[in-house]
């Protein structure tokens, strides 16, 4: 079994669309992150969580660590939000990283 | 903005033929780590390096890999002799608070 999953798989959206792609996951972790894969492969790290809901710009990412789940939101999107988004999940500080398996999205304008 | 680096961008070669990929990690940072992701799946951890040693590994880090940080700037994976299924994009990345910073990959095709 998988321990961090993702849904949905595959995303398609109008531009100015709110999006929200869900993460669960089913071991302890002591952070979560939420990654962004470009076409060009490259991996950029978007947020970093432990607890609570972080806001960057218009990408909101939240967790609730007793359910075991993560959402990463995306308010008023535009084609250039069009990436492979991964959840990803630490046990322990400075642990390697268990990646999802990605959720590719695509807005189109 | 600091970042990793990596290189080769793209490296062709031919099977059982020895490859080296070198990443410049975030110069303070202490934790390392080589991760693969092959076309159309997930990204998979190899090998995290920290305090000039291996700190854990994966099973595809076999014999055939091996890990080196020669000069205190650059961190190196070294595949032996490579197999048609080592074709990949290699990533590097380093973290020194917890937040994690990729490099831009390898990719390794092997013919």
């Known amino acids: 079994k998988n321990e961090v999953e993702q849904s949905p798989q595959n995303l398609t959206a109008q531009e100015g669309e709110f999006i929200t792609i869900n993460c669960s996951y089913s071991v302890g972790i002591s952070a979560l992150h939420w990654l962004q894969q470009h076409p060009g492969g490259g991996i950029v790290s978007l947020f970093m969580?432990?607890?609570g809901k972080k806001k960057h710009g218009r990408l909101i990412a939240t967790i609730n660590i007793q359910e075991k789940h993560s959402s990463l939101h995306i308010t008023a999107s535009h084609p250039r939000d069009s990436a492979v988004y991964i959840c990803?999940?630490?046990?322990?500080?400075?642990?390697?990283?268990?990646f999802g398996p990605g959720t590719s999205l695509s807005v189109i304008p | 903005e600091p970042e990793v680096t990596q290189t080769p961008s793209h490296q062709v070669t031919q099977m059982g033929q020895e490859v080296i990929l070198r990443c410049v990690p975030i110069?303070?940072?202490?934790?390392f780590y080589w991760y693969r992701q092959i076309l159309g799946q997930k990204v998979e951890f190899l090998v995290s390096?920290?305090?000039?040693?291996?700190?854990?590994k994966s099973e595809i880090f076999d014999d055939q890999f091996s890990v080196e940080r020669p000069d205190g700037s650059n961190f190196t994976l070294k595949i032996r002799s490579t197999k048609l299924e080592d074709s990949a994009m290699y990533f590097c990345?380093?973290?020194?608070?917890?937040?994690?910073?990729f490099g831009e990959g390898s990719r390794l095709t092997v013919l």
């Open positions: 390096f920290y305090n000039n040693e291996i700190s854990e």
């Open positions: 969580l432990s607890s």
């Open positions: 990803a999940v630490q046990k322990t500080s400075y642990d390697k990283v268990i």
């Open positions: 110069s303070n940072h202490l934790y």
């Open positions: 990345a380093s973290t020194g608070t917890g937040e994690l910073f």
